[in-house]
């Protein structure tokens, strides 16, 4: 590019005055200078405010919002995208790290695909105490490096927020982050995305991940039940469902309604469990899914 872009970073914030400075410190020390960095503060009771005050104090390119908690990272993150004022718009955690070229590395390869509407990274996935682990993506699951609706349908989400870059035109025409889900809203808008861009997962790993017993994404059972509901209101929809990839989407939903049931069951949620068992044996899509089904109704009466 004959110049640097603007590009905007946005950050949640909510109680991560633990990692924060990390955080902010990683966007502030990027290659790629040219940048402003919002950070939205969903209603913080520990030290992230006066973390964030203290920050802007010291670099002009950080401006700041406090909201009143809402408990979800998508109204935040809506938020940053109505003040970003860069042509492009980059997503970071409050609790992970960027590596110094993560945005000059993935602004290069905007240049001349006009195309391209959102690119990602690999990363590493460390510990509360900043212990390095494994590649949170195998490099054999990154497919050539592009990510299309069907691979994010059937093979799950493998873009990491954190690692996200994408045009600001890109944000707006797909968004804003569908704000009833709370730990899937980055999944939703990654399928919109790529129904109208394409999608780049760079094999480099750019970010680290941080895995601790605060972050959102362990509620699995939260995460399974959005997953349910963007698979019928999202997915369903917009799919043939009598041709092979319908057919596809018959037999997942089969499944995650089967398995969503079982989970459930498990928590004690009886009710829900049997909802879901019905949905999972009206598809039909799968006949040894249908006999799991009908096993686990027995089981789980």
Not at 120 to 127: E, L, M, P, R, S
Not at 272 to 283: H, I, T, V
Request: proline share 4%; glycine share 6%.
């Amino acid at each position: 590019m004959d110049h640097l872009p603007l590009i905007s970073v946005i950050t949640p914030v909510h109680n991560a005055a633990a990692y924060l400075p990390e955080t902010i410190e990683s966007v502030l020390a990027q290659s790629h200078t040219t940048l402003d960095y919002i950070l939205v503060d969903d209603g913080s009771t520990d030290a992230s405010r006066e973390i964030i005050a203290h920050y802007a104090a010291c670099d002009v390119r950080i401006r700041y919002h406090f909201l009143p908690h809402q408990g979800r990272p998508a109204p935040a993150r809506n938020h940053g995208i109505d003040d970003a004022r860069g042509a492009f718009i980059a997503l970071v955690d409050a609790d992970d790290i960027w590596l110094p070229d993560k945005l000059a590395t993935q602004i290069a390869r905007f240049h001349g695909n006009d195309r391209l509407g959102l690119v990602a990274t690999n990363g590493k996935i460390i510990d509360e105490n900043g212990t390095v682990g494994a590649d949170m993506i195998g490099t054999d699951r990154i497919e050539n490096g592009h990510v299309s609706t069907a691979s994010l349908i059937f093979n799950g989400n493998r873009i990491a927020t954190s690692s996200v870059l994408m045009r600001s035109d890109c944000a707006t025409t797909c968004g804003p982050f569908n704000t009833d889900y709370r730990v899937s809203d980055d999944y939703a808008m990654w399928l919109r995305v790529s129904r109208l861009y394409e999608i780049e997962i760079l094999e480099a790993p750019l970010i680290y991940y941080r895995r601790h017993t605060n972050n959102i994404s362990r509620d699995r059972l939260r995460a399974s039940e959005e997953l349910v509901r963007i698979l019928e209101h999202e997915i369903v929809p917009d799919t043939p469902l009598m041709n092979d990839i319908g057919q596809r989407v018959r037999r997942l939903l089969q499944r995650k309604y089967c398995s969503l049931g079982k989970r459930f069951a498990k928590s004690g949620q009886r009710d829900k469990a049997a909802e879901n068992f019905r949905k999972s044996l009206d598809l039909r899509a799968d006949l040894v899914v249908t006999a799991k089904t009908m096993l686990y109704t027995m089981l789980y009466r």
